[in-house]
Every structure is written in structure tokens, then in C-alpha cells.
């Protein structure tokens, strides 16, 4: 079984900086291609960032390239976003998400096979 838990959210102010972590268990963690997303009320869940297994690949949206990195530990079996730079549009429910089929990074939220729960980030004006 495969188990997804964030962590790292919370309230800062625009123009701070949050780290949101997510411990991933199951037979194959390394080798999973991960994602992050986010959503708010009322919105389709959207890409924010993903990687591939070994983080050789690596996709940002536009609206947080430059300001978020992704980046995981095999050996810890964790994926993390490192978030700069926070805007108020950046607030929203954050999800990580697992691709267990070994493939490059994806996109959109159909193809990922597990998630977590979400943690909450308000970024304050």
C-alpha cells in the first residue's frame, strides 16, 4: 500500500518562505515519479511542479518557476517543495501525488495513481 503524507504548510506573510515535505512509503518509493499540486475552492487541481525518479527531470509551472523547487531524498524517501517568494495567488491546498509506473514526470492529476491528504498554505497580504 502505498501512503503519501504531507507536511510543512501553514499562514506567512507575502514575500516569505515555506518548505512543504511529503514521506512516501510502499514497496518502491525511489522509484516513483512525484508531483506537486494545489487547489482552491471552487478550481480544478493544478500542477505546481514534478520530478522524475532520479530529479534529472523536472517541471515548474510558469507561475512559480523561479520562486518554488522541487527536490527529493531516495534515501529518506521524502519529496519536498521549497516555496520563496509567496504571493497571496499562491494560497491553496497543497497535494503531493505518486506515479508508480516509473515514467517521466506527469502533468495532469489523472495520472497519478496516489495522494495525500493535502496541507493547508495561506499566504497572507
Known amino acids: 500500500q502505498v501512503q503519501l503524507v504531507e507536511s510543512g504548510g501553514g499562514l506567512v506573510q507575502a514575500g516569505g518562505s515555506l518548505r512543504l515535505s511529503c514521506a512516501v512509503s510502499?514497496?518502491?518509493?525511489?522509484?516513483?515519479?512525484m508531483g506537486w499540486f494545489r487547489q482552491t475552492p471552487g478550481k480544478e487541481r493544478e500542477i505546481v511542479a514534478a520530478?522524475?525518479?532520479?530529479?534529472?527531470?523536472?517541471y515548474y509551472a510558469d507561475s512559480v518557476r523561479g520562486r518554488f523547487t522541487i527536490f527529493r531524498d531516495n534515501a529518506k524517501n521524502t519529496v519536498y517543495l521549497q516555496m520563496n517568494s509567496l504571493k497571496s495567488e499562491d494560497t491553496a491546498v497543497y497535494y503531493c501525488?505518486?506515479?508508480?509506473?516509473?515514467?517521466?514526470?506527469?502533468?495532469?492529476?489523472?495520472?497519478?495513481?496516489?495522494w495525500g491528504q493535502g496541507t493547508q498554505v495561506t499566504v497572507s497580504s
Open positions: 501525488a505518486a506515479d508508480v509506473l516509473n515514467r517521466a514526470y506527469r502533468t495532469r492529476p489523472t495520472e497519478y495513481h496516489y
Open positions: 510502499g514497496r518502491t518509493p525511489s522509484t516513483y515519479s
Open positions: 520530478i522524475t525518479v532520479s530529479g534529472s527531470n523536472i
